[in-house]
């Protein structure tokens, strides 16, 4: 079966614009989390769905950043006024059940350059 | 504060020989322990878990891993590497009370012909 799909996979943006990156989960995947990873670091947590329910965002660095998922699949990470700081590839990652010990399966990511 | 700990940035091992990735942790609760492995430009693929249990977990492409609770370690292993193998290797934690993954900063592994 399919796997978790990002796009796009690449992005450029110049700073101060803003960018909508999208993730489609496994399907029947109950639970979604995003991750930012920047260059030569492990992954970072961002924010987790439970459905259509965002149960945390304590990760997400600032009120420039918005996740949603509104019918309990799709899912998509604003970011608005982007800076160069936000360059990094954000993951996202899907589990079939909310379970502390189901692995999470991930996307190939998004990149993101800001100029 | 859950943590993750890979001590090395990068291990070297020639093809055939066995390879160690090392991976201490610091959880509140029980941890529930995850390798992943990523490939230039591409997203994470788990490799194996600890949840409870056996303290020797075994995992895909001939991976495995031991955890010491005395130690707070999860070091990865394979008892002969190949060249294929080399990649980014992530160990993370999920204290049992959240669903977040706290990763560790990565070990690049080389094998070499």
């Known amino acids: 079966g399919a796997g978790v799909s990002q796009s796009p996979r690449y992005k450029v943006a110049k700073r101060g614009q803003d960018v909508a990156l999208r993730c489609d989960p496994i399907?029947?995947?109950?639970?979604l989390f995003w991750y930012q990873q920047a260059l030569g670091q492990g992954p970072e947590f961002l924010t987790y769905?439970?459905?259509?329910?965002?149960?945390?965002k304590s990760g997400l660095p600032s009120d420039r950043f918005f996740a949603e998922r509104p019918e309990g699949s799709v899912s998509t990470l604003k970011i608005q006024r982007t800076q160069q700081e936000d360059s990094a590839v954000y993951l996202c990652?899907?589990?079939?059940?909310?379970?502390?010990?189901?692995?999470?399966?991930f996307g190939d990511g998004t990149r993101l350059s800001i100029l | 504060a859950q943590s993750v700990a890979q001590p090395e940035d990068q291990v070297n091992v020639a093809e055939g020989n066995p390879l160690t990735v090392k991976c201490t942790y610091s959880?509140?609760?029980?941890?529930?322990l995850f390798w992943y492995v990523q490939y230039p430009n591409r997203g994470l693929q788990f490799l194996l878990k600890y949840i409870t249990g056996d303290n020797l977990v075994k995992g895909s492409y001939g991976f495995e891993a031991e955890f010491n609770k005395s130690q707070t370690s999860f070091h990865l292993k394979k008892p002969s590497a190949l060249v294929s193998d080399s990649a980014l290797y992530f160990c993370a934690v999920r204290d049992g009370g959240f669903q977040k993954l706290v990763f560790g900063t990565g070990t690049r592994l080389l094998v070499s012909p």
């Open positions: 990652a899907s589990s079939l059940r909310a379970s502390s010990n189901q692995p999470q399966h």
């Open positions: 399907s029947g995947h109950v639970s």
């Open positions: 769905f439970q459905n259509e329910a965002q149960l945390d």
């Open positions: 959880v509140s609760g029980n941890p529930y």
